[in-house]
């Protein structure tokens, strides 16, 4: 039976489900407020769509490659920095378990307390950031776990979280025009031409700062990389999908401005967001116990009424996130693992680390994993930072962790181009010159965002957040490098003792 090739509306609505983040607007507008629309608007125009044209050519090209990432680069820049470039890729999910793994209790207390309850729990005379860096560990522990036992079914519980998510989306967008209705159009965060260019945010007050914002812009449009395999399976690629990308671009990119600014009917940043409890992990929630509360003021209700309806759209967030969570783990504590053990060259590896067990599953490789990211969220969480805190470093390792690997996708492309014995299904960029002025200009964004980012603490003598923002992609990049060369010597070695066999054999 012939396999139904993907049309555009398909494929708008794939790009759409991978890469809008219901969270990531309250984020942005914690950081920078309406300012932050422009920001978004200029990563999808100087970041998402370039990129996503040229991972759909790498994925076009080498369809028939399993190892996704690792053989893009190993085709464009070599196997070193494939090997490199790769590792630090995979170091992003590390980032992202370890952040992840600490921000699921905040879902999970939500949906008893009916807000973010966290930041009282404690285990004996620990504070309540030890306490939760203990849960994450036993949660990193727990799910691999089950999942190295290929107890993959729960991960189908993301079906579910997904459609409470929408619901949210839905939920959130009505309750807000109901209340800017009912409050006759009058706004909590007031919309001026200063608003749309300034963060109300003090953090944020300095151009070196707002520089920095474009790595959480990027951050919200990551994700990219996983179309790159689907070219194989568009219809008639070379028209459905810069058509299909277009449309995609568009649609997220008004989402994302159109939820930064819906934010701003119920949440007066001041009043709401610059509060100490209010932190990077439990900003959603809060946001959406504000909304619920600002709902029920403008419908004529009691201030207990209003703070019941804010308690219970909290909880419905915290149950939807939680549910997507857990879906979110079971699938991501193990494919990108797996896609890196089987892409590389297995001689570059360890052997006990692409031995897969009876379920299909790089379980040696897991533990190995579990073990790292424990122990980072344990030096993370005991190093004496404030939940507050504690977020925002989490936050900052998981956004330039997520962003580095682009500098190797975009960096490679043109040595990719270059190449002139491989067939190409798909091409976009057909001009040498337009493309070399694209690259560099992706290249001078994504590099400039993450040195503002990793700088900001610096200057303002933050220098664990420095630190903590600052070692994920230099600690995995030297340990891949390490590696490679101590795997390519042993490799050297090998074969000479061979060599050094057979002529003592002749003789």
């Known amino acids: 039976m012939k396999k139904e090739k993907i049309k555009t509306a398909g494929l708008v609505m794939t790009i759409l489900s991978t890469i809008f983040g219901f969270a990531n607007a309250p984020v942005a507008f914690d950081q920078m407020g309406y300012a932050s629309i422009a920001w978004y608007i200029l990563a999808a125009i100087l970041f998402f769509l370039p990129v996503s044209l040229m991972i759909a050519e790498y994925g076009a090209t080498f369809k028939e490659a399993k190892g996704g990432i690792y053989s893009w680069l190993a085709g464009s820049i070599g196997e070193k920095w494939a090997f490199i470039g790769t590792f630090i890729w995979l170091a992003s999910w590390f980032v992202w378990l ?9 879902p999970f207390s939500t949906i008893f307390a009916g807000h973010d309850a966290t ?34 079914a729960v991960a189908k519980v993301s079906a ?65 990389e996983s179309i790159g395999g689907m070219m194989d399976d568009i219809d008639q690629p070379e028209k459905t999908f810069p058509k299909g990308l277009l449309v995609a671009t568009f649609l997220v990119t008004l989402s994302y401005a159109l939820m930064i600014f819906l934010w701003g009917i119920s949440t007066n940043w001041s009043e709401v967001l610059g509060k100490s409890n209010v932190n990077l992990g439990n900003i959603t929630y809060v946001m959406m116990h504000n909304l619920g509360f600002q709902l029920g003021k403008a419908m004529g209700l009691s201030a207990n009424t209003s703070l019941a309806i804010g308690a219970w759209l909290t909880r419905y967030t915290g149950l939807g996130m939680f549910i997507s969570y857990v879906g979110a783990f079971f699938v991501l504590i193990s494919s990108p693992l797996k896609a890196f053990v089987l892409g590389a060259d297995p001689r570059l590896l360890p052997k006990k680390m692409t031995e897969v067990n009876k379920n299909g599953v790089p379980e040696n490789a897991m533990w190995m994993q579990a073990a790292v990211v424990c122990v980072i969220i344990f030096l993370v969480s005991f190093g004496g930072s404030a939940a507050q805190k504690f977020y925002v470093i989490l936050t900052n390792m998981s956004n330039v962790s997520t962003t580095v690997p682009y500098l190797f996708l975009v960096g490679a492309f043109p040595f990719f181009k270059k190449r002139q014995d491989i067939k190409r299904p798909f091409v976009a960029f057909k001009n ?59 490799l050297d070695t090998v074969k000479s003792n061979i060599k050094k066999a057979k002529l003592n054999t002749q003789n």
């Open 432 to 490: 040498q010159t337009f493309m070399n002025v694209i690259v560099t200009i992706v290249m001078v964004i994504l590099i400039g965002g993450i040195a503002m980012t990793c700088l900001q603490p610096i200057l303002d003598h933050d220098y664990a957040t420095a630190f903590w923002t600052i070692i994920g992609p230099i600690f995995f990049g030297v340990v891949a490098l390490l590696f490679y060369n101590h795997q390519n010597k042993r």
């Open 160 to 224: 579910v979280g997904g459609v409470f998510v929408i619901s949210l989306d839905i939920i959130f967008i009505l309750a807000s025009l109901a209340t800017l209705f009912l409050n006759h159009g009058q706004m909590e965060q007031t919309v001026t031409m200063h608003a749309l260019t300034h963060s109300p945010n003090p953090s944020f007050s300095s151009p070196l700062a707002v520089m920095s914002f474009v790595v959480y812009a990027v951050f919200a449009y990551a994700g990219i």
């Open 98 to 106: 370890l952040s992840t793994s600490s921000k699921v209790w905040i």
């Open 119 to 152: 930041q009282v729990w404690h285990f004996f005379s620990l504070t309540s950031t030890q306490t939760i860096g203990l849960l994450a560990i036993a949660w990193i522990i727990a799910v691999t776990y089950f999942s190295s036992r290929g107890m993959d």
